[in-house]
């Protein structure tokens, strides 16, 4: 008779905490996401922070949290984590009354792109796993990856030398307002630049040194045709990487002429939306044009949104730009651009893409 109070008595406590998780559980769970840096650059590592909490008097036998994910971000290998053909993770928990678990998984992003984990499915259920509760989660974890830069022997020695000869043609004009010192004055000097309390100091005429301003504005344009008689929005794999690979050349061309002292910018027959229309960044300068330039390069989206030809036809009127147009092939139209580029007082460069990118 014992035993069967025993049971009788098992079975009421087993039955009472699966209504409770049923009907509490996930009412009182939080759960959150964030990766350690809103950017990475490609093939970078970083990690993805996860953080767990109950926030109820009860425990919870088991959670387990799943969601997809990019097969363009790897996830380590982890206890209590596991990953599935690339494209789902799947998280184990186990908590305790009101506690908090933070776990932190490596993540390596394997290529350029703007990325969110968006929602996840939540299941708590009690030890035997037959009563379960489910919960979607809309939470929205966004990263931004950055394209490769490249450095050293990556960089097509042609294409390193079109830059090196647009920055050495960069005019340099003194600025009135970048005061960076003085000195005694020189025969030629111009009266206006003396500095006349310096003067007075030292009995000696003294001139004012002022910093010089580029005006050189760099524009790179990518062509995401492969061939001239290429139709279709669409791109192949084959052509996908072909592609990154002048995204890659042209964030680094960007990225050496801010470090240069020159603004920079970039347009692309693809766009930096869904749907939206082709991808055109004036050139930019200052502390900020380097992040908004990268993050744009990242939101580059790999579909042809016009043919090269006609993308050319609809740019504006350019003047008193370096143009380096980054292209798989050779065409009339792209050399009748660049003839009416340097009529309107452009400089105006093309670089063919050989096997070092289709």
């Keep these: 008779m014992s035993g069967l109070v025993f049971v009788v008595v098992v079975l009421c406590v087993y039955m009472l905490t699966a ?11 939080v759960c959150t996401r964030a990766f350690s840096r809103p950017a990475f650059f490609e093939g970078e590592e970083g ?42 993770t799947c998280s184990l928990f186990s908590l305790m009354p ?19 984990l968006g929602s996840a499915s939540l299941t ?12 979607h989660q809309d939470m ?21 030398r079109l830059m090196n000869e647009t920055v050495s043609r960069r005019q340099l004009l003194s600025d009135p307002f970048l005061f960076r010192g003085i000195r005694p004055y020189q025969f030629g000097d111009p009266v206006r630049d003396i500095h006349w309390p310096a003067t007075a100091r030292t009995g000696e005429a003294q001139i004012r040194l002022h910093d010089h301003t580029a005006r050189t504005q760099l524009l790179v344009i990518i062509n995401a045709q492969l061939r001239e008689d290429q139709w279709g929005d669409r791109l192949m794999d084959y052509e996908e990487d ?16 801010l470090s240069s002292g020159c603004s920079a910018g970039f347009a692309a027959n693809m766009p930096l939306a869904k749907d939206g229309p082709s991808a055109m960044l004036s050139p930019l300068a200052g502390p900020a044009a380097g992040e908004q330039l990268l993050a ?37 139209d792209i050399r009748r651009f660049m003839e009416e580029l340097r009529r309107r007082g452009n400089q105006a460069e093309l670089y063919l893409a050989g096997k070092e990118a289709v």
């Design 19 to 29: 209504f409770l998780l049923k009907h509490y559980a996930l009412k009182g769970l």
């Design 47 to 88: 990690e993805m922070i996860e953080v767990v909490r109950n926030d109820r008097p009860m425990i919870i036998p088991w959670l387990r949290v799943e969601s997809g994910v990019s097969p363009h971000i790897r996830f380590g290998r982890q206890e209590n984590l596991d990953v599935s053909d690339r494209t789902h």
């Design 98 to 116: 009101y506690q908090q678990i933070r776990r932190r998984h490596r993540v390596a992003f394997l290529r350029r792109g703007e990325y969110d």
């Design 124 to 135: 708590a259920g009690d030890l035997l796993g037959l009563s379960e509760v489910h919960r």
């Design 140 to 160: 929205r974890v966004p990263v931004l990856v950055y394209p490769r830069l490249l450095e050293g022997e990556d960089m097509p020695a042609p294409l390193m």
């Design 242 to 257: 072909a592609i990154e690979r002048l995204i890659s050349m042209a964030a680094t061309l960007c990225m050496q002429a």
């Design 296 to 332: 744009s390069f990242a939101r580059l989206r790999l579909v042809r949104t016009l043919r090269f030809a006609t993308f050319l036809e609809q740019l504006p009127d350019f003047r008193d730009l370096d143009v380096i147009i980054l292209s798989c092939y050779d065409s009339g």
